[in-house]
Every structure is written in C-alpha cells, then in structure tokens.
C-alpha cells in the first residue's frame, strides 16, 4: 500500500474523520505504563559507541516515529538527515569541535562549564565520528511552495523539540544508545550539508551500540515527587 504523500494545507477546509483507537484494558494499561516507565529509566546519555553495524532499518524507523509529532498547524516543520558516510561525519566532527573549543576556552562562561562539569564533557567529539550513524536534525522556519511563495511555520522549536523526544524514545526501545549533540553556533552544519536558507540546526544525534567499555555519569534522576504536583 502506498501512503499518502503531503502537501501543503493552507486555507483548506476542516475535514474531520473518525478517530477510534482500540481501548486497553485497565489492567493492560497499567502493564504497559509499568513497563514503558522502567525502559526509560534505563536510558543513558552514551557518548562511547561501538563500531559494529547497525540496521539502518532500525534507524529509519525511528525516524518515522519521530514525524509523527504533533506539530504547529501540523505543518511538521522538520527535516531529518541521516548520515553513515564516514568522510561526511568527519568533516561534521573537525567543524564542532572547532566550535566547542572556543565554547569549552571561555564563550560558555563559568556557570554553563560549572554546570557540565559533573559530566565529564569537553570539546573532543570521537562521538560524532565513532557513531555508525548520525542523524542531524533540522528546523523549517518556514515553507516555500513551488512558486516561491513563502509560508510562515508556527511554534517551531516547541514542534521540532517534541519530535526529537519521540526519536531518542524509539532508539531506546529499539535496542540503540544515542546523544543529543547541540555545538554552538550550528551554522556549519547547513552548509556542510547543503540545507535550504529555510532550515536551521537543531540538533546531531549520533546513534549506535554502545562501546563494550562504556561509561557514563554516575546521575541521579528526580523523583516523581520532585517533577509533578497533584491539584
């Protein structure tokens, strides 16, 4: 079956159709909810990742995951690029840590290197190159139709940062480790990749197993008690 493809909806008419999802059972919701809740809080942060392959199926998959984010207007102002070439990823890497080295010798300011501390992060980024893939992300200010005719975008980071979550969600169930790698400024990356003047970068998210020897920062996660209030 083939699916549907896209295009623009601006000034069409509302055209609801019926939404009817199979209902769990209470018992089953409470299975699922249970065990969603103590995968997650298996995930870690990796920035040591292993050379062996991985599925790029699995990868696309969940980057399909992530498209289906709420958006702003459902505009789905998002662009994901998956990378595996090994020349492409380091030419990525030599233009971040370019960047991460000024950010690490002082444009961070203390607070921002006193809070990374604990991480044990700094400008070298073997992430980005020992990482079988990465995906960069990318933000859509706006649309442009064929005509040129340019369409504004509504609550792009909130959208963009949505779909990000979902992706990292699916990688974890899926079995792979993966890092949200934001360098400062990310200009590069457009350019690198030959992005159009209406996307900017969001986010590198290397994806692979983690390394055999693998570590990460000994944290501690809030409580539920700490992140929710009951009225």
Not at 7 to 23: I, M, Q
Not at 98 to 119: I, K, M, N, T
Not at 128 to 133: F, G, M, N, R
Not at 147 to 173: C, P, Q, R, W
Request: charged share 25%; proline share 7%.
């Amino acid at each position: 079956m083939t699916a549907a493809q896209w295009t623009p909806t601006y000034g069409d008419p509302f055209e609801p159709v019926p939404y009817r999802p199979a209902r769990m059972s209470e018992e089953e919701s409470l299975a699922t909810a249970a065990d969603l809740r103590r995968r997650m809080d298996d995930r870690r942060t990796v920035r040591m990742f292993s050379a062996d392959p991985v599925p790029e199926q699995v990868v696309v998959d969940a980057i399909a995951v992530a498209s289906t984010a709420p958006s702003g207007a459902h505009q789905q102002p998002w662009t994901f690029v998956l990378i595996k070439d090994d020349a492409t990823k380091q030419r990525i890497r030599e233009a971040a840590e370019e960047e991460e080295r000024v950010s690490y010798e002082g444009r961070l300011g203390e607070e921002w290197l006193s809070a990374l501390r604990p991480l044990g992060t700094d400008a070298v980024k073997t992430h980005l190159t020992d990482a079988p893939y990465l995906i960069v992300v990318f933000q859509q200010r706006y649309f442009l139709d064929e005509d040129g005719t340019k369409h504004k975008h509504y609550y792009v980071d909130e959208s963009v940062g949505i779909a990000v979550g979902m992706l990292l969600t699916a990688l974890h169930l899926s079995g792979l480790a993966a890092l949200t790698h934001t360098p400062s400024p990310m200009r590069f990356l457009g350019e690198l990749l030959e992005r159009p003047q209406n996307e900017k970068a969001f986010a590198v998210i290397p994806v692979g197993y983690p390394a055999d020897d693998c570590v990460v920062p000994n944290l501690v996660r809030k409580s539920i008690d700490q992140v929710m209030i009951r009225r």
